[in-house]
């Protein structure tokens, strides 16, 4: 079957010569592509917000509070306690703590524990973080009986953070399958004698890079997906919220009925402490449906590489300590 | 629900152009024989903001390029028209689109489908279908949080199911498949190739209702549906051979 062709008389642009049409259609087509780009690019949705605008904006503090998750991770140190109990109360009193996350040493039991409970006292909720080191333990089960004693009113413990990669490589290392042995032990432990005690979080993988899912799918696959949903948490650290899209596949199939924490998120910027939370919080929430993010951290030192994600700063100084954008925003206060 | 809002749209897609066609002059139901060629084309799509607030096209709003839309995508594609149908289609195409081009982990996404063009008097009307594969962008995932004054967290996770897996890189489920159709209208003056239409993306999302107590006792309610999602392109293509 042959189809009819209509002739037409060609049209201006076709009388002209094929090389001016060439040049023409290839400017054309580079003037499509480079307005195509830049137009896509104006739907960039920018993580980080205006950089510390004060806290005497109204606006800005009410959508900040709104995005705020009310817990923070504070470092167990005993020489931050009149600060640490100041600052903490000054954001209770805001609304804007809830839950704070301890860490329970091996080193430093009896002064941690002063401290840890100093901070239980104000009447925040803490989640205990089991420290790696207890995890070498070969007995780990008499450990969890004497942490569980030293704290009756900790509910919620996570076991180890970030185990296969903040260990120094100098001292013992642990792989994920070794750490999900003792996990499993821990699980079982708590199930059998301590029914209803506790809530029991797993390892903080890393939220950036491939690393962290295919860290948790690994766990998944040797047993985290056989545990109870309602008696385990997914913990992740995400210090980068948008490029959770590793995660994003398993929460949602193999982990889909358990719960997520981000238990450590920041910028290492007191200047980008407030856009990170107007930008990144929310998309942690979305993407990984974490029901609470804790903010890395209340003090991370006075130098070194911790101190910019720090909400205050020279505890030491106590009453005149410094305090970062974020902080004065979410109290209210100005100094 | 969904599948009958489906079948109507696919029918609407497939039958109207057939009929339209029908309706014309019958100078050429197909490409001419000086129409075939392969074609190398940029494209830019237009998605709409809030996929959740309306799942079908009954309810898609008016104002198209207003503040509810802010994903903007950027495709190229390249395609191959027959010198005489085949199977009464009319060519083939391949091509990659990255929707939200801040994020680099997220939102690629290759296509492959095969049309059928029908010469009209003025422009061609050309029907589409295929198969997209690839990592969605996270825009499509949101989950809305209520925290209540008792200690009841509730909580709802609509996102898109990854049914494929991206081999080499990362987890297992890390990619969606989905089939497509598309509705456009083509001009090629010269060397040139001018589009634009609708594409309609068949995709299933999961909609995960949470609810914690103040106890820690959770309960679920887990649903899934196949939405389809629309965007609005143009494209403009330049002849290669």
């Known amino acids: 079957m042959s189809s009819s062709i209509i002739i037409k008389p060609p049209a201006p642009w076709q009388r002209r010569g094929p090389q001016r049409r060439n040049r023409v259609a290839l400017f054309l087509l580079v003037l499509f592509a480079s307005t195509s780009i830049s137009t896509a690019c104006e739907d960039r949705r920018s993580p980080l917000g205006p ?110 953070n970030e185990i296969t990669t903040i260990l120094p490589t100098s001292g013992p290392t642990m792989t994920i399958e070794r750490y999900m042995a003792v996990f499993q032990r821990i699980y079982d432990h708590v199930q059998t004698r301590y029914p209803g005690r506790a809530i029991l979080l797993t390892q903080s993988t890393l939220g950036f890079s491939l690393y962290g899912p295919t860290e948790l799918e690994t766990m998944a696959e040797l047993g985290l997906a056989d545990m109870d949903p309602t008696k385990v948490i997914i913990a992740i650290n995400d210090y980068e919220p948008q490029s959770a899209t590793q995660y994003v596949g398993l929460l949602g199939s193999t982990l889909r009925r358990y719960r997520v924490w981000v238990t450590e998120s920041g910028v290492a910027n007191p200047d980008a402490h407030i856009g990170f939370v107007q930008g990144g919080y929310p998309l942690l929430r979305n993407y990984l449906r974490a029901e609470r993010i804790y903010w890395f951290v209340m003090w991370g030192g006075d130098s070194g590489s911790d101190t910019d994600f720090s909400l205050i700063k020279n505890p030491g100084s106590y009453p005149d300590y410094w305090t970062s954008p974020l902080f004065r925003l979410l109290t209210g206060s100005s100094n | 629900m969904t599948l009958r809002r489906l079948a109507f749209v696919s029918t609407l897609v497939l039958v109207l152009p057939a009929s339209l066609a029908a309706q014309q002059p019958r100078q050429a139901d197909s490409p001419s024989q000086d129409g075939s060629g392969t074609y190398l084309k940029l494209g830019l799509a237009h998605w709409q903001r809030n996929i959740f607030d309306s ?67 003025v422009f061609e009307l050309r029907t589409s279908g295929g198969v997209e594969w690839g990592v969605p962008s996270l825009n499509f995932d949101t989950t809305v949080f209520d925290d209540r004054d008792d200690g009841i967290v509730r909580y709802n996770h609509i996102f898109p199911v990854k049914n494929a897996d991206i081999p ?24 040139f190739l001018l589009e634009g239409g609708m594409r309609i993306n068949i995709v299933e999302f999961r909609f995960d209702d949470y609810e914690v107590d103040a106890a820690d006792e959770i309960t679920y309610a887990f649903t899934e549906k196949r939405l389809l999602l629309p965007y609005l392109f143009v494209n403009l293509g330049l002849k290669l051979f």
């Open chain 2, 168 to 191: 080499f890189i990362g987890t297992k489920r890390d990619g969606a498949v989905y089939p497509f159709i598309e509705l456009s209208v083509v001009q090629r003056p010269g060397r």
């Open chain 1, 51 to 160: 950089s510390d605008p004060g806290s005497s904006n109204p606006r800005l503090a009410l959508e900040v509070t709104q995005q705020w998750s009310p817990y923070v991770g504070v470092q167990v140190t005993g020489e931050a306690l009149e600060a640490y109990q100041d600052a903490l109360s000054l954001l209770l009193r805001s609304g804007q703590l809830k839950g704070v996350r301890v860490e329970i040493s091996r080193g430093s039991l009896a002064a941690g524990a002063r401290v840890i409970k100093a901070i239980g006292a104000l009447g925040v909720e803490l989640l205990g973080l089991i420290s790696n080191e207890y995890l070498f333990d070969q007995d780990i089960e008499q450990v969890i009986d004497r942490i569980f004693a030293m704290y009756p009113e900790i509910r919620y413990f996570q076991v180890g």
């Open chain 2, 55 to 121: 799942q079908s096209l009954s309810q898609w709003r008016g104002n198209l390029f207003g503040s509810d839309f802010d994903l903007t995508s950027a495709a190229l594609e390249i395609e191959t028209y027959f010198d005489r149908p085949h199977l009464q289609l009319s060519g083939w195409f391949v091509g990659y689109r990255k929707d939200a081009l801040r994020y680099s982990d997220s939102g690629h996404m290759v296509h492959a489908g095969l049309f059928r063009s029908f010469n009209l008097a």
